[in-house]
Each structure stands twice: as C-alpha cells, then as structure tokens.
T-cell receptor, first 113, second 110 residues
C-alpha cells in the first residue's frame, strides 16, 4: 500500500481566511481523493483529483470554495477558502489502491474560530 | 441518491463478547469494502468482497457478502481492546462511486 502524508496535521484558523492542505504520496498514483469527516460522522467525498485534468467535485462542493491542484502523480493540494466555523472538520486525502480500494492519509484537523 | 445503511450506530460489549455490524444497500453493489478507524486515526482498509455469497476471514474477523450483493456483515469473535474503533462499510455502485456507510462504533465496556 502507498504511504501518504498530509500537512498540516492540524490548524486553528480565523474565519474568512484560507488554508491549503498538502497531500504527498510515496508512489505515483492516478487517482487521488479528498474527503471531509465531521467528528463522529462518516466520510463525505469532496472531489476526485486526476493528474492533468480538472478535479471532479461532488454535489454540494464547488471549486471556488475548495480549489484543488494536482501538479503531478504524487502530490495534491486542497484549499479551504473563506473559511467559516462550519468548515471545522477533518480533511483526508486518499489514493486509489488495487481493485478500487482506498488508502488514506493521516488527515488534517481544522478548527475555524 | 444511493445509500448504504449501516447499523447499529454504536455497540457496547464486554471484552470477550462478539460484535456484529451490518450494511444494506438498495441496489446491487459490484463490491463492498470494510475499513477500520481507530479513535483519532484515519480509515484503514481491511478487506474487499466481490463475489455473491463470499465469506472471508481475518483471524477473529469474519466478513460476508450477501447472495444478492446488496448486504454485508462484519462479525468479530471474542472482542479485544485492540478492536476498539469505528468500522465502516463502503459499497461500490454501478457508476464506480464508493458509497460509505455511517459506521458502527465498537465500545468496550470497562
């Protein structure tokens, strides 16, 4: 399985600011995913990021709020823009494994004041 | 949209008791995956079931996929403190979308 790291691991931000989360993989992968997980809740897919193409966003998520970059096959960023307290959550990146399975990074715990 | 219902939301057990979580989909799934998330951790892939009626075992964990490929279960025999966490199922639908269950939190009573 791939080894995935995320930066930062946690942050406390003021409302109205933006935070960029980085996801680094130790091997080249085609598909990377960004999820949000509220405390005690399930995972909600934000978008799928494929290298060389625009990210595909799920219903309820828009590029202006969550711009994503995917400059190469080992790296992606997710920006949470113009943050409000409702954006407080854990943000997880994942990569596709064999047979549609997924491997997750350690997550970024975001608190917006 | 498509949903995968997972029950129960919580299960409190004494150490040594068994634990079971169930997932049900309204539509046929191409596969179902199970993940474990320890408190404060991230989801970790456990297993994938693909075939109708498939049963797989990992030590004390038994995973089943229903004959109609719409339901699945995870059974843990003789729970240990290391089993504590939330268990998620995730079903792959016909559009290759992974639909996540709500998770079942396993709590060991002190």
């Amino acid at each position: 399985s791939a080894v995935i790291s995320q930066k930062p691991s946690r942050d406390i931000c003021q409302r109205g600011t933006s935070l960029t989360i980085q996801c680094q993989v130790d091997s080249q992968v085609t598909m990377m995913f960004w999820y949000r997980q509220q405390p005690g809740q399930s995972l909600t897919l934000i978008a799928t990021a494929n290298q060389g193409s625009e990210a595909t966003y799920e219903s309820g998520f828009v590029i202006d709020k969550f711009p994503i970059s995917r400059p190469n096959l080992t790296f992606s960023t997710l920006t949470v823009s113009n943050m409000s307290p409702e954006d407080s959550s854990i943000y997880l990146c994942s990569v596709g494994g064999n047979s549609d399975t997924q491997y997750f990074g350690p997550g970024t715990r975001l608190t917006v004041l | 949209g498509q949903q995968v219902m997972q029950i129960p939301q919580y299960q409190h057990v004494q150490e040594g008791e068994d634990f079971t979580t169930y997932c049900n989909s309204s539509t046929t799934l191409s596969n179902i995956q199970w993940y474990k998330q320890r408190p404060g951790g991230h989801p970790v892939f456990l297993i994938q079931l693909v075939k109708s009626g498939e049963v797989k075992k990992q030590k004390r964990l038994t995973f089943q996929f229903g004959e109609a490929k719409k339901n699945s279960s995870l059974h843990i025999t003789a729970t240990q403190t290391t089993d504590v966490g939330t268990y998620f199922c995730a079903g792959m639908d016909s559009n290759y979308q992974l639909i996540w269950g709500a998770g079942t939190k396993l709590i060991i009573k002190p």
